[in-house]
């Protein structure tokens, strides 16, 4: 119809198609000249003594691989954490026994086949890679979740029950520790870090998950929960500072190498706290609010891998430099807390999956559990780890005034070690510490102690949380809500 009919964008399109094709048709004939002429046969010495390059894999296919592996481990970290809340535990039991399913004690030993499709060995140092990524990032949420000017009035009785709740089990876990240094030590360490090591591994708690559980038993906001909260934090920097010690220890070729990697240790922690969290507050004051959003998250992903490849440097952990930058991050700026909050959730959804699956790639609970031995000094240090915290908590407790169910209360509160204590396994895994028998049977430990927490709060009833709806700390007390973020 006339007004309708669309301009061709050749006005001789059927001219222009003999044109195309009549060069095309010389180009042909050119080629094929040449090809009668010899011209583009392979010359006849060309390929004698010389081999075709071997074929590989090209680049595309490595990080396929990678990205389905990344994809299972987190679908089954996501089935397995949703099963767990069903039965009323913390998502992250289920994803440690998603590790743990991942590895050599399931599928590892039932359908390899299965186990090689899922996790190549291509991909292996990859993954390894992201795991490590994942725990520095997984140690800055922890440090960001620490808030000292939260303590309120009672500042020194909370420091001296927090100390007791750690050098019970820490002592009982030295002596234990003694006659199972042949069992479970690693093959070139001495007996003096292995033994400070297992009392450091016993007298943790999970801060993170102490958080959840709190939050999904209705403990948040009570004395109960809050004296909880903080005794675990303030605990936890203890256990921390016990096992820079360690570190130092195993890693120095003698006392003035330890003492100098203390001493370095000691100065990043007090420049990073002194100079460096003013002159990042100042920064973020000035500029946060200006900087597009990728620059702050480089920015706060170089702090965090920044400072744990220092503190990796000067012969302690990569996990203390997550955590002192979470500890040095200007939280008070909204557009930073934002973007330690995005990091925090990608973290949690992706690499720390990735964490746990590298967990189980280490644990063979069929092979720790076939040696009598190993498995004795597994029943062992569980029994200690429990009676360790209890008895380092409820007379804590009751002395301070709390009813006898609430002292009971934070006992089991604090025996709950979960995501924490693996962190500080695989530390002393990779430094040679401890074997892999020990550190299967301390992750089932951490396991099992932390299953625990949930079903012993609702043992003691009720009256726990109905016992604190009215008696809460005093205003500017530790919340434990934001904690959840790190590991819920």
Same mark, same amino acid.
Request: proline letters at 6%; charged letters at 10%; aromatic letters at 4%.
């Given at each position: 119809?006339? /007004? $309708?009919?669309?301009?061709?964008?050749?006005?001789?399109?059927?001219?222009?198609?003999?044109?195309?094709?009549?060069?095309?048709? @010389?180009?042909?004939?050119?080629?094929?000249?040449?090809?009668?002429?010899? #011209? =583009?046969?392979?010359?006849?010495?060309?390929?004698?003594?010389?081999?075709?390059?071997?074929?590989?894999?090209?680049?595309?296919?490595?990080? #396929?691989?990678?990205?389905?592996?990344?994809?299972?481990?987190?679908?089954?970290?996501?089935?397995?954490?949703?099963? +767990?809340?069903?039965?009323?535990?913390?998502?992250?039991?289920?994803?440690?026994?998603?590790?743990?399913?991942? %590895?050599?004690?399931?599928?590892?030993?039932?359908?390899? #086949?299965?186990?090689?499709?899922?996790?190549?060995?291509? &991909?292996?140092?990859?993954?390894?890679?992201?795991?490590?990524?994942?725990?520095?990032?997984?140690?800055?949420?922890?440090?960001?979740?620490?808030?000292?000017?939260?303590? @309120?009035?009672?500042?020194?009785?909370?420091?001296?029950?927090?100390?007791?709740?750690?050098?019970?089990?820490?002592?009982?876990?030295?002596?234990?520790?003694?006659?199972?240094?042949?069992?479970?030590?690693?093959?070139?360490?001495?007996?003096?870090?292995?033994?400070?090591?297992?009392?450091?591994?016993?007298?943790?708690?999970?801060?993170?998950?102490?958080?959840?559980?709190?939050?999904?038993?209705?403990?948040?906001?009570?004395?109960? /929960?809050?004296?909880?909260?903080?005794?675990?934090?303030?605990?936890?920097?203890?256990? #921390?500072?016990?096992?820079?010690? &360690?570190?130092?220890?195993?890693?120095?070729?003698?006392? %003035?190498?330890?003492?100098?990697?203390?001493?370095?240790?000691?100065?990043?922690?007090?420049?990073?706290?002194?100079?460096?969290?003013?002159?990042?507050?100042?920064?973020?004051?000035?500029?946060? +609010?200006?900087?597009?959003?990728?620059?702050?998250?480089?920015?706060?992903?170089?702090?965090? =891998?920044?400072?744990?490849?220092?503190?990796?440097?000067?012969? &302690?952990?990569?996990?203390?430099?997550?955590?002192?930058?979470?500890?040095?991050?200007?939280?008070?700026?909204?557009?930073?807390?934002?973007?330690?909050?995005?990091?925090?959730?990608?973290?949690?959804?992706?690499?720390?999956?990735?964490?746990?699956?590298?967990?189980?790639?280490?644990?063979?609970?069929?092979?720790?559990?076939?040696?009598?031995?190993?498995?004795?000094?597994?029943?062992?240090?569980?029994?200690?780890?429990?009676?360790?915290?209890?008895?380092?908590?409820?007379?804590?407790?009751?002395? @301070?005034?709390?009813?006898?169910?609430?002292?009971?209360? =934070? @006992?089991?509160?604090?025996?709950?070690?979960?995501?924490?204590?693996?962190?500080?396994?695989?530390?002393?895994?990779? &430094?040679?510490?401890?074997?892999?028998?020990?550190?299967?049977?301390?992750?089932?430990?951490?396991?099992?102690?932390?299953?625990?927490?949930?079903?012993?709060?609702?043992?003691?009833?009720?009256?726990?949380?109905?016992? /604190?709806? $009215?008696?809460?700390?005093? $205003?500017?007390?530790?919340?434990?809500?934001?904690?959840?973020?790190?590991?819920?």
């Amino acid at each position: 119809m006339p /007004g $309708t009919t669309e301009k061709s964008l050749l006005p001789r399109p059927g001219r222009s198609v003999m044109v195309a094709a009549g060069l095309v048709a @010389g180009a042909i004939a050119l080629l094929g000249i040449a090809y009668a002429a010899g #011209w =583009l046969t392979p010359e006849a010495g060309a390929s004698a003594g010389s081999a075709p390059p071997e074929a590989g894999l090209s680049a595309a296919q490595p990080m #396929w691989r990678l990205l389905l592996a990344i994809a299972v481990v987190c679908a089954l970290a996501t089935l397995c954490g949703r099963l +767990a809340r069903l039965i009323g535990q913390p998502p992250v039991v289920g994803e440690i026994i998603a590790g743990l399913v991942l %590895g050599p004690s399931v599928i590892g030993s039932l359908a390899p #086949w299965l186990f090689d499709a899922i996790l190549p060995k291509e &991909v292996m140092p990859d993954l390894g890679l992201l795991a490590q990524a994942g725990l520095a990032v997984f140690m800055f949420t922890v440090g960001t979740d620490f808030g000292h000017d939260r303590i @309120g009035r009672d500042r020194g009785a909370i420091a001296a029950a927090s100390l007791a709740i750690m050098a019970v089990p820490f002592a009982l876990g030295v002596i234990a520790a003694l006659p199972l240094y042949s069992a479970l030590a690693g093959p070139s360490v001495d007996r003096l870090p292995f033994v400070i090591f297992i009392g450091t591994a016993l007298s943790i708690t999970a801060f993170p998950v102490l958080a959840r559980i709190v939050q999904d038993c209705g403990l948040q906001g009570t004395r109960l /929960g809050s004296l909880a909260m903080l005794c675990a934090a303030a605990a936890d920097v203890l256990a #921390w500072c016990a096992l820079a010690i &360690v570190m130092a220890m195993i890693r120095s070729a003698g006392p %003035g190498d330890a003492l100098l990697s203390l001493g370095l240790t000691i100065l990043v922690g007090g420049s990073c706290l002194v100079v460096l969290k003013p002159l990042l507050r100042r920064f973020a004051d000035r500029y946060a +609010a200006a900087l597009p959003t990728p620059i702050l998250v480089l920015l706060v992903l170089g702090l965090i =891998l920044g400072l744990a490849a220092a503190t990796d440097l000067i012969g &302690v952990h990569a996990i203390f430099g997550g955590f002192l930058a979470g500890l040095v991050l200007p939280k008070g700026s909204v557009p930073v807390a934002q973007v330690a909050e995005q990091i925090g959730g990608l973290n949690r959804a992706l690499l720390v999956p990735v964490f746990f699956a590298s967990i189980g790639l280490q644990t063979d609970v069929i092979a720790a559990v076939s040696q009598p031995a190993v498995l004795a000094a597994g029943g062992l240090l569980l029994a200690v780890a429990i009676i360790g915290k209890f008895a380092g908590a409820v007379p804590v407790a009751k002395a @301070g005034g709390l009813p006898a169910r609430s002292a009971a209360g =934070l @006992g089991v509160l604090m025996n709950a070690r979960g995501i924490t204590e693996i962190v500080v396994l695989s530390a002393g895994l990779s &430094v040679g510490i401890i074997n892999h028998s020990a550190f299967t049977v301390m992750v089932m430990m951490a396991l099992v102690t932390t299953m625990m927490a949930a079903p012993l709060l609702r043992l003691l009833g009720p009256s726990l949380r109905d016992q /604190g709806a $009215t008696d809460r700390l005093p $205003t500017g007390a530790y919340a434990s809500g934001d904690a959840t973020r790190a590991i819920s």
